[in-house]
């Protein structure tokens, strides 16, 4: 199994790479490596309904945002010592504000999910798309945490018996978060779910004949997706120290659904790998020429129509391996 | 004995066209029912009416006793209804064993379980293998449902329908564009079927329909002309002239 050893080699690489940044001197690798990590786990949510469950949302960068929303609101509360619709305390925890993102993002989710799912094709995209520049305009002018400038985190969350504010430390949370999201979202798909789920992506009448009402199985996928998306959010806000509209903007949910596509739709590495692709081409050709995006796009065409598949095809092509 | 399907006075229109004319028809346990008749008859249009996919615009319809009129698809499968399309309609990206296995899983329930691993899951797969020892597509199993012939994909319609174990089987022309061997075969396995179900046939193969059918019903422009036993159709006059005769140019 190559794979499995290609894997394993590119853990310890990525676990050693506070070490290498260190020796090199580059400094901006790490948080380039998170964001890399944190906009992986946002893109694999949104693969989750895209590729596997064949609902082409257009607003998941709502959820990522709600997520990232938590963790600022409650950083607010916390360090203005006042209560959240007068009786929720804020608070610096970690343990507490990563759960309570996942949460709110998923109850989000349920709501937009739950009336954008009664419709399908360029109507679901264009009603998750309007959702989430509701959420956008509605943070822009709550004044209260910041409307448009949004809210600066000034202390990353704290974890028990670890210096979250070290950024080699949060570099590290971050990636045993995304091991286990990874891990835990290849169980997801090889489960009896996320099988139900691939058969109504396939052909959802015969799903329905064989008896199953794809409404609830979508409104569920649907939901846990945006349980990732928002618990890529809160991690992102805490890299960043700063929530903004900014992150639910509908470019950002444009981003999120290039990684995937760049990366490979229904695939499990391949979301990560379009995240990595996009970010580091990002840094590398902004530092070259104001007119970046222009060459970033010819790139993204020349991958998408020559690889068929994503870069997550060429990987699988150069590795010998099938699909 | 009561019906398990029984069927009332249903009625279809397509704006101008009525493509199902209060047709009324029961189905009883044991009992294969064929319907056939001539092409844009109203055939696929009462199946899917039957299915749930479709909603009558007046009558009902009766499942063992229950009215499933207003019922969805899936509603209706939970009480025992299986079907197959005319135009086969699987889950195309996976082996045949995995569609059976799609069905028995379905069947089984524990659908919503993210955190199990269906390859794990004994009871579907065993069920499954069950079902596919003995027939034709049993040295098929691994392959993708993409890749498999006309024929065996009418097959695969069959066994996932029987993999749901339904009470009564609406089956959309089986036979259609199988070669002789094949519609054999296919009529073998039909045989074996109506032990464990009810069948409503629509079907072509009026040599099929002969050898399977305990009563026939004839649909002409949306409308029920005769119903009876294999004979009593065979020598129905109308029926006769409404096409037998044309060359068993039926369906
Ligand atoms: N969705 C539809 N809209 C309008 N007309 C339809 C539709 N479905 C079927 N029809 C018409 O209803 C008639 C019966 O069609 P169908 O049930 O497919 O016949 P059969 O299966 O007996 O060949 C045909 O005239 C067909 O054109
Ligand atoms: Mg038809």
């Not at chain 1, 504000?97 to 999910?113: D, H, R, W």
């Not at chain 1, 890299?239 to 444009?254: C, E, I």
């Amino acid at each position: 199994m190559n794979r499995r050893i290609l894997a394993a080699v590119l853990l310890v690489i990525l676990a050693a790479l506070p070490f290498i940044a260190q020796a090199t001197g580059q400094s901006a690798l790490l948080s380039l490596a998170s964001r890399i990590l944190i906009y992986g786990m946002a893109a694999a949510s949104l693969n989750f309904v895209l590729g596997y469950g064949g609902m082409v949302s257009f607003g998941h960068a709502a959820f990522f945002g709600i997520g990232g929303y938590v963790v600022g609101v409650l950083y607010h509360h916390a360090d203005t010592e006042t209560l959240f619709w007068g009786f929720i305390p804020g608070t610096t925890q970690m343990l507490i504000t990563l759960p309570a993102a996942i949460l709110v993002s998923g109850a989000f989710a349920a709501i937009i999910g739950a009336l954008s799912l009664r419709t399908g094709g360029v109507q679901f995209i264009m009603i998750t798309l309007a959702f989430a520049q509701m959420l956008f305009f509605l943070f822009v002018s709550l004044k209260t945490y910041g409307g448009e400038d949004g809210i600066i985190v000034r202390r990353t969350n704290e974890l028990p018996f670890l210096n979250t504010r070290d950024r080699a430390v949060m570099y590290w949370v971050v990636l045993a978060i995304t091991v286990a999201f990874a891990l835990g979202l290849r169980r997801l798909t090889k489960s009896s779910f996320g099988t139900v789920i691939s058969g109504i992506r396939q052909n959802e009448r015969r799903m329905a004949a064989l008896g199953i009402p794809a409404y609830r199985y979508k409104l569920f996928a649907f939901i846990l997706s945006g349980m990732g998306a928002g618990l890529a959010g809160a991690l992102m806000v805490n890299v960043l120290r700063f929530a903004s509209p900014d992150m639910m903007h509908w470019t950002k949910s444009g981003e999120l659904m290039i990684m995937v596509i760049l990366g490979g739709v229904g695939t499990l590495v391949g979301p990560f790998l379009g995240a990595a692709a996009l970010l580091s081409l990002e840094s590398v050709l902004a530092s070259w020429s104001e007119h970046w995006p222009l060459a970033m796009g010819l790139i993204l065409l020349v991958v998408v129509l020559g690889t068929k598949g994503g870069l997550m095809a060429l990987v699988t092509r150069l590795t010998g391996g099938r699909k | 004995m009561t019906a398990i399907l029984k069927i009332e006075n249903l009625v279809k229109r397509f704006g101008g066209l009525v493509a199902t004319d209060h047709v009324s028809l029961e189905v009883m346990p044991g009992e294969i029912h064929a319907l056939i008749g001539p092409n844009g008859a109203g055939k696929s249009t009462l199946i899917n009416q039957l299915c749930g996919e479709l909603q009558p615009n007046e009558g009902a319809i009766h499942l063992a006793g229950r009215d499933i009129t207003h019922l969805p698809v899936p509603a209706r499968v939970d009480l025992g209804l299986g079907r197959t399309f005319q135009i086969t309609s699987l889950l195309d990206e996976m082996t045949v064993r995995d569609n059976i296995g799609m069905a028995v899983q379905v069947r089984e329930g524990g659908n919503f379980r993210i955190w199990d691993a269906l390859r794990r899951r004994r009871a579907i797969w065993d069920e499954t293998d069950r079902l596919l020892a003995g027939c034709q597509l049993a040295d098929r199993a691994d392959v993708v449902v993409a890749d498999l012939s006309h024929g065996e994909k009418k097959q695969l319609e069959l066994l996932v329908a029987m993999a749901m174990q339904p009470r009564l089987l609406l089956l959309d022309e089986p036979m259609a564009g199988l070669g002789h061997l094949e519609s054999q075969q296919m009529i073998g396995m039909l045989r074996d079927i109506r032990k464990e179900a009810a069948i409503l046939l629509v079907e072509h193969d009026m040599e099929a329909v002969f050898a399977l059918a305990d009563r026939i019903s004839v649909l002409v422009y949306g409308r029920i002309i005769a119903q009876g036993s294999v004979d009593e159709i065979r020598n129905d006059p109308a029926v006769r002239e409404a096409y037998l005769g044309a060359e068993d140019e039926l369906c």
